[in-house]
């Protein structure tokens, strides 16, 4: 058939899914990686792949929305009709082992192809590539994370807080359940992105000394020649 043979997935890529997915532990997430189907029926998903607009974007989740909405079918089956070689990718993180009491991350890829009015799951061989370094658009999703998930509690806060019926102790329930969200976001998200940041810059600047130190040795051994 058509389908992809197997999925690859750049590590910083990859490392941006699972921030996604571990900012929130009672609801399930959602998102969308942009890649390319290789000739070898390969899903490449580069970590610089930017060339979709938002415009793009949006207006495919809309397409997809409307058209489960309208058939009954599964979201992911909606973006598959969209394009062929559309893969899911889906990942479980908060697993917890009851005997070490250690948690483990799932992550697993798949298709759904049509079986009479079911949907049937095909699984898809899936591999993280190492990488070296972060790129641009994974660093500047992953810092953007923070802000989205801000600016949704604020929305949804306002939205309540405009409603004329509400009595003095709920506004103050409300305003606590906002301020004790917010404050959830940052120990579960803003705080480890920016020790992740922070870790990186140090690392950074150690390479950074150690090529210093190298160019400084070879330039001694040129001048010695």
């Not at 807080?161 to 940052?186: E, W, Y």
Request: proline share 4%; with cysteine; hydrophobic share 35%.
């Amino acid at each position: 058939g058509n389908a992809p043979t197997a999925c690859h997935l750049e590590s910083d890529a990859f490392l941006v899914c699972i921030s996604h997915a571990l900012s929130t532990e009672k609801e399930e997430v959602m998102g969308l990686c942009i890649g390319e189907l290789e000739p070898s029926r390969v899903v490449h998903v580069h970590s610089d792949r930017v060339e979709i607009s938002p415009e793009q974007l949006s207006a495919a989740s809309t397409e997809a929305e409307r058209l489960a909405d309208s058939t009954g079918r599964p979201m992911r089956a909606m973006y598959q009709m969209l394009d062929q070689s559309f893969v899911g990718l889906i990942f479980s993180c908060f697993i917890e082992d009851k005997n070490t009491r250690t948690g483990r991350v799932l992550y697993t890829c798949f298709q759904s192809t049509p079986k009479g009015q079911e949907y049937e799951r095909l699984e898809i061989p899936i591999h993280v590539l190492p990488r070296e370094a972060i790129s641009k658009a994974c660093l500047d999703s992953a810092v953007e994370l923070p802000r989205i998930l801000c600016q949704e509690e604020q929305d949804t806060y306002r939205k309540i807080h405009a409603l004329s019926h509400l009595d003095p102790v709920t506004r103050i329930h409300n305003g606590s359940v906002f301020t004790k969200n917010l404050c959830s976001q940052m120990a579960a998200v803003s705080g480890p992105l920016l020790q992740w940041l922070e870790h990186r810059l140090s690392l950074n600047q150690r390479c950074i000394t150690e090529l210093q130190r190298e160019r400084e040795r070879l330039r001694e051994e040129l001048e010695a020649l």
